[in-house]
Structure formats: structure tokens, C-alpha cells
């Protein structure tokens, strides 16, 4: 028996697409999958994902592959083994900052490594109604500290002449647990469509700034009364701390109003869980905010102090960051005290599939995505237009239920409509509604603003009819 090929990581790495040939890996066993791409029941995309890399961490994300039968697929394309030094992980410098951060999934589309900012591609986005945590996208400010759950503490400084309380994870655990789901979104989702009109500072984040999960934890209503605070001072805030800091020990704030805080209904959580597992690291272990229909930077991660002030959080990136401007203001006549920090979050959707410059078949074409509003408005209805936005159909809404002014979830929706003949593309469309009847702005250029934010024009996918 002939020994067999050995290949590095790297290798197999630079063998990522048709042209230079399909190599992924399982265990230490390399393959050349070419010719199965095209053949692949889960789509040629999904298993591109994978291309260069291990298998591992896409077949754990869709049990589908824990069959013989697909170790039989895939063992005829057996080409070699990996080197033996290159089974290992490698080691880190532990220099930098970033050292200690937790190692990522490779799906996720990275826009930053230091800070890890990542996305998961719209292809898995919509796969699945809950996006499983390993894909969930990450927007980190810092780098990711390291706590430990067992001196763990939380700090809720109570109203002047009460002690503060200072919770253990334990602590935290005897209040009622309290299970929702709820989509997360960035304030910078879509923000690539803005810079195409004219430059913005800021990740260039596509339409994957936005995942959802189901959260648990202790209501923080339930918190602040047991630290003994009422709803008394209703222009007050309740402003929060994570423990990532930067050099000069400065740490990720960010506050909410009040009257949010102590509101039952607005089911505001400190979770310690993330869809039955304990958070991951990149999303705030062992304890983050949860601010259903609000914007991603008021949710802080890592949380390590609660307080009620009478004025909203000083972090940056509560005053200087995250706030909505008019087109025509720049970086030299920006007032940021000039505009309220961005809250609930106005109505989105995004298609996810098929892709911008993609091969559709004649025929018929599925349209897929999702759609989600701030501040608990449920929506409605999606529109999709294959022409440009001449004409509409309503796209289907999955069943999920949507409880009136606490719809904290997205929907996905899809379309299955017939290609008209001829055509040689599709000017896809979307835009949804919500129950308080808010639409998309049709273009993007008229709610450009410096930053990059509220991103929720249209969205526009075009593609080709194959003839
Ligand atoms: C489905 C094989 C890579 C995602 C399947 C099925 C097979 C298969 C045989 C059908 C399962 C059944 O019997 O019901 C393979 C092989 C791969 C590969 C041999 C590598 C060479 C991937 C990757 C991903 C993926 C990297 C994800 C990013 C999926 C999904 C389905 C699927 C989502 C289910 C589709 C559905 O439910 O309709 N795959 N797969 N696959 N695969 Fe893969
Ligand atoms: N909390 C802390 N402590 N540090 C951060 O950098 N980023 C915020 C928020 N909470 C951040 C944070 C922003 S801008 C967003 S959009 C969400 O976390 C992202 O949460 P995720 O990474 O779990 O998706």
C-alpha cells in the first residue's frame, strides 16, 4: 500500500475555489470536493463556506452530516492526510491584547479582527429561525475579557442611603428566570449601502449585523426593586458598564431610560443564558443586557455595573457614537449633543437569497430573508418586486408567533414566484411593514448620515436568469 499524500494547512488553504480546486479536511483526512459542489443537496454555497478548511465546524452547526452514508460520500474524494504538526493548534503571542480572545467559527464573515467585529453569511442567516450561537454576529469594542464565574461579581448601586447590591452569578440565578427570544441588530447593519453613496466611518457590515436568540436571565425590574429603586424620577436612566476596558481603563457603557428599565412589559433582562447554554465569551459571559427592540449597543456585554443616574450614560458610545444625523452634516459640523442617542430602531428587511450577482434558473426563483422592526412593533407584511419595485407580491410569513408590542423577533420570509419568460435579470426588491404601518425609505441616499447608521433603505439584490 502506497503511503499517502501529506498536505499542510496552508496548502489545503489555497485550494478554495473551481479554479484552483475544492480541498476541505475532517479530522486529519484531506479532500478534494470539486466535483461534489455542484452535487451537494444542502446547496454549492453552503459547502463553499467550508472551502480550504475543516468540515468540522459547519456538520456541527447541521447534524444532518453525522451519517454514514455522507462519510461514504465524502470518502471517495480522499486525496491525502494532513501533516502531523499541523493537527495542532497553533500557539498564540501573548503580547497582544487580542491574545486571549476566544477562537471563532470560520463561517462568520470577518470585518475586523482586532476587535472582532464578524457576520454570518446570508446564506446561513435565514437557514434557521434561531441563529445558533457559534454564527451569531459578534461587535466587540475591545478585546474579549477573560472572568471567571466563580468571583464573578455585579454591582447595582442602589438609590442614596441604600446599600448597592453586589450579585454572584448565584445571586442572580434565584431571581425568577425569565426566557425570550429576541433579535439583536447593530445600529451599523447594512451600512456597506450607505458607503456606496458616499464614504462613512465605520465597519463596512452587509446585511448579517442582525441574529436572534433566545435569552435567559433575571428580568432587571426584578434587579432594581430588590436593590430598592421605584419608578419615581421618570426622566432618569439606567446606565450600564461592561468589564471590557480599553488602555487607559476605560470600559463599554452605555444607558437606557428609566421607565424602560421598570417596565415589566418591556421584559428587559440581565441573561445568562443564550439560546440553553451559558453565553459564549463574544457575547458577554457570564452576564450581559438584553434590551428587547433596541438597539445592539444599549444590550452591554460583560456586565459588570448597573446604576440609576439622572442623565443618560457619559460612555462615547452613548454621546458620541450611535446617533442619526442629516445627510448634509459632516465630520467638521457634527453636534452629537444636537441628537437623541438611537433607542427602538425603525423597520428592516433584508433578502438573503439569492445573492447580488447570482445565476438564478429560468422558471422559477425562491426569495428568501427577514424582517424585523423596533420597539416591539410586529411586522406586518413583506413586499418583494422582481422589477425594479414596478410591481409587488406579499411574500409569505413564517408562522412564528408575534405577541402585539412585544414582537421582539424577526420574521423570515420567502417568495416562490414564477421568473417571467424572457427576462434575462431580476431587479429584486424587498421592504416590509409594521403594525404601525412604518414602511422603508425607497433609496438610500436621502438617510446617508456620516456614521453609517440606520441603514433600512429598499433593499436591492440583482441577478441573472440562466437561459
Ligand atoms: C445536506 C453532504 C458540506 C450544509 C447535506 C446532505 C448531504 C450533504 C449528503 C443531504 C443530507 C440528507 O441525507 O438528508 C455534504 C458533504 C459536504 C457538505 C459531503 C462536504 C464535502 C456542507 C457544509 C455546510 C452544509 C460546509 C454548511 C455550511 C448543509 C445543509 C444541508 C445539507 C444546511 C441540509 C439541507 C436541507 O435540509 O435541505 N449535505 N455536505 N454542508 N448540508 Fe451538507
Ligand atoms: N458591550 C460591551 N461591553 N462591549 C461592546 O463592545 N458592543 C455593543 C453591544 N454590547 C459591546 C457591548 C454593540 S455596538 C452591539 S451591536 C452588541 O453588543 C452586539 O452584541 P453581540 O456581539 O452579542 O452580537
Redesign the pocket.
Known amino acids: 500500500q502506497e503511503s499517502p499524500h501529506i498536505y499542510t494547512r496552508e496548502e489545503v488553504k489555497s485550494h478554495s475555489s473551481p479554479e484552483t480546486r475544492i480541498w476541505?479536511t475532517?479530522g486529519s483526512e484531506v479532500?478534494d470536493?470539486t466535483e461534489?459542489?455542484d452535487l451537494?443537496?444542502?446547496?454549492p454555497s453552503?459547502?463553499?463556506?467550508?472551502a480550504g478548511g475543516p468540515?468540522e465546524p459547519?456538520?456541527a452547526?447541521?447534524a444532518?452530516?453525522n451519517?454514514s452514508?455522507?462519510r461514504e460520500?465524502?470518502a471517495q474524494?480522499k486525496i491525502g492526510e494532513l501533516s502531523p504538526e499541523d493537527k495542532m493548534p497553533s500557539t498564540l503571542k501573548t503580547s497582544d491584547p487580542y491574545a486571549d480572545d476566544p477562537i471563532r467559527h470560520p463561517?462568520l464573515k470577518v470585518n475586523s479582527q482586532r476587535p472582532f467585529n464578524a457576520e454570518p453569511p446570508p446564506?446561513?442567516l435565514t437557514?434557521t429561525y434561531i441563529t445558533p450561537n457559534p454564527i451569531f454576529f459578534t461587535r466587540n469594542h475591545l478585546p474579549v475579557p477573560n472572568l471567571d464565574p466563580d468571583t464573578y461579581r455585579l454591582h447595582i448601586v442602589g438609590p442614596p442611603g441604600r446599600r448597592p447590591l453586589s450579585l454572584s452569578l448565584d445571586d442572580l440565578h434565584k431571581f425568577p428566570k425569565h426566557e425570550i427570544t429576541v433579535t439583536l441588530q447593530c445600529a451599523g447593519n447594512r451600512r456597506s449601502e450607505m458607503s456606496q453613496v458616499k464614504e462613512v466611518r465605520g465597519l463596512e457590515w452587509r446585511t448579517g449585523a442582525i441574529s436572534t436568540a433566545r435569552w435567559a436571565g433575571a428580568r432587571l425590574c426584578d434587579v432594581l426593586a430588590k436593590a430598592g429603586h421605584q419608578l419615581r424620577e421618570t426622566e432618569a436612566h439606567v446606565c450600564f458598564e461592561g468589564l471590557d476596558s480599553d488602555p487607559t481603563g476605560t470600559a463599554y457603557g452605555a444607558s437606557i431610560p428609566l421607565a424602560r428599565a421598570m417596565d415589566p412589559e418591556a421584559e428587559v433582562l440581565l441573561a445568562y443564558e443564550m439560546n440553553g447554554q451559558p453565553l459564549p465569551r463574544d457575547h458577554g459571559f457570564p452576564v450581559r443586557v438584553v434590551v428587547p427592540g433596541v438597539v445592539g449597543a444599549r444590550h452591554v456585554k460583560w456586565l459588570g455595573k448597573v446604576s440609576v443616574e439622572p442623565e443618560e450614560s457619559y460612555s462615547h458610545w452613548q454621546r458620541r457614537d450611535y446617533k442619526g444625523f442629516c445627510p448634509s452634516v459632516d465630520w467638521d459640523s457634527v453636534d452629537f449633543d444636537s441628537s437623541p442617542s438611537i433607542q427602538e430602531l425603525p423597520v428592516q428587511s433584508a433578502i438573503t437569497e439569492p445573492k447580488d450577482g447570482e445565476m438564478v434558473e429560468a422558471g422559477e426563483v425562491t426569495v428568501k430573508g427577514y424582517a424585523w422592526s423596533g420597539g416591539g412593533r410586529a411586522v406586518i407584511r413583506v413586499d418583494v418586486s422582481l422589477d425594479g419595485g414596478l410591481t409587488w407580491q406579499v411574500a409569505e410569513l413564517d408562522r412564528e408567533e408575534q405577541r402585539p408590542r412585544k414582537a421582539w423577533a424577526w420574521r423570515l420570509w420567502q417568495l416562490q414566484a414564477p421568473v417571467p419568460p424572457g427576462k434575462k435579470e431580476l431587479n429584486i426588491v424587498c421592504k416590509a411593514v409594521d403594525d404601525s404601518y412604518n414602511v422603508q425609505p425607497d433609496n438610500v441616499a436621502p438617510i446617508w448620515n456620516l456614521r453609517g447608521v440606520l441603514s433600512n433603505a429598499w433593499h436591492r439584490v440583482h441577478v441573472r436568469v440562466a437561459s
Open positions: 476541505v475532517l479532500f470536493v461534489f459542489v451537494h443537496p444542502g446547496g453552503k459547502l463553499m463556506l467550508a468540515l459547519f456538520w452547526l447541521y444532518v452530516h451519517q452514508h455522507i460520500i465524502l474524494y463561517a446564506e446561513l437557514e
